[in-house]
C-alpha cells in the first residue's frame, strides 16, 4: 500500500512539473536553441523526490535513427542500463537517507523508424527519510554524457527555478 501511495505521488508530482514547464515556458519544448542540451525536472514534496530526465540521443549514443549495426544496438542497450539506474544520474545527498523506489530509461531509438526528435527519457523517484537534509543533488550523469548541458527546473520547497547545469557543476542545489 505504500509503494501505491508513493507512486500516486510521484504521478502528481511529475503532473505539477509538467504544468510548471508548459505554463512557465522556460523549458517548453520546440525551443531551438536548446537542441543540444538534455532537460532535467526534479520535484520535492515532503519525503518524495522525483525526477524526469530527457536527453536528445545524439548526445548519449552519437545518432538519432534506428541502429544500423550490432555495435550502435550495443550503444543503445548500455545507454538504456546506465540511466535504467538512478545513481548513475542522480544522487541525493546521503544526509537525508533517501531510497530509490522508481529508476526506468527507455528510448524512441527502440522503435523501427524513430521520428526526430529521437530521445532517451528517464524516470526516477526516491522517498527522503530526512527530506529537511536533502539541500542538493549530485549528478553523476554529467560525466556519462561528457558536455552536454541540462536545462533543470527544479520544484522544491523554497518554489521553482530554472538553471542550466553543465561540468564542472555537478550539484543542483535543491534550497537555496
Known amino acids: 500500500m505504500r509503494l501505491t501511495r508513493l507512486t500516486r505521488i510521484g504521478m502528481a508530482l511529475t503532473a505539477a512539473v509538467l504544468c510548471a514547464l508548459l505554463s512557465g515556458g522556460a523549458l517548453a519544448a520546440g525551443d ?5 542540451a538534455g532537460r532535467l525536472e526534479l520535484a520535492l514534496h515532503g519525503q518524495a523526490l522525483v525526477a524526469r530526465l530527457t536527453l536528445p540521443a545524439v548526445q548519449v549514443v552519437g545518432f538519432e535513427r534506428a541502429p544500423a549495426n550490432d555495435d550502435e544496438k550495443m550503444a543503445v542497450t548500455e545507454a538504456l542500463q546506465r540511466l535504467g539506474e538512478a545513481r548513475n544520474v542522480l544522487e541525493p545527498m546521503p544526509e537525508a537517507l533517501c531510497t530509490v523506489t522508481r529508476e526506468q530509461a527507455d528510448t524512441t531509438l527502440t522503435t523501427g523508424n524513430p521520428t526526430p ?4 527519457q528517464g524516470r526516477y523517484a526516491w522517498r527522503c527519510e530526512n527530506p529537511d ?6 549528478i553523476p550523469l554529467l560525466e556519462f554524457v561528457n558536455g552536454v548541458p541540462l536545462e533543470t527546473l527544479v520544484v522544491g520547497p523554497d518554489g521553482d527555478r530554472s538553471l542550466t547545469v553543465r561540468v564542472p557543476q555537478t550539484r543542483i542545489p535543491i534550497r537555496e
Open 32 to 36: 531551438g536553441d536548446r537542441r543540444d
Open 117 to 120: 526528435p529521437v530521445t532517451f
Open 133 to 138: 537534509a536533502l539541500l542538493g543533488v549530485d
